[in-house]
């Protein structure tokens, strides 16, 4: 097993910028492949981006290409999520997420989720 823990969220003016960190214990973070989702309210959960358990392949949702970047660090078993250019639209709770096969771009293929950490963006 792999525990997450999320920080990093917080309230940010449209245009600014956060930097999201998920830290993983238990189980070495380069046996996962990893994914942040969001979720606002009354909406469905959303994939954000993801990382290959090496770190070689990302993946990101359509509305944050350009403007987030997905990394990880598996010596430290922390995975980043840098949020720039960010819009009211960003506003979400943002979960980390690690699956023991690949990258998924369905929530429900993920086997261990954080608690989330939410992110506001003021326009």
């Known amino acids: 097993q792999v525990q997450l823990v999320e920080s990093g969220g917080g309230l940010v003016q449209a245009g600014g910028s956060l930097r999201l960190s998920c830290a993983a214990s238990g189980r070495p973070l380069s046996t996962y492949a990893l994914g942040w989702f969001r979720q606002a309210p009354g909406k469905e959960r959303e994939f954000v981006a993801g990382?290959?358990?090496?770190?070689?392949?990302?993946y990101y949702g359509d509305s944050v290409k350009g403007r987030f970047t997905i990394s990880r660090d598996n010596a430290k078993n922390m995975v980043y999520l840098e949020m720039n250019s960010l819009k009211p639209e960003d506003t979400a709770v943002y979960y980390c997420?690690?699956?023991?096969?690949?990258?998924?771009?369905?929530?429900?293929?993920?086997?261990?989720w954080g608690q989330g950490t939410q992110v506001t963006v003021s326009s």
């Open positions: 990382v290959s358990r090496n770190g070689v392949f990302t």
């Open positions: 997420a690690a699956d023991r096969a690949a990258v998924e771009f369905n929530a429900a293929w993920y086997d261990y």
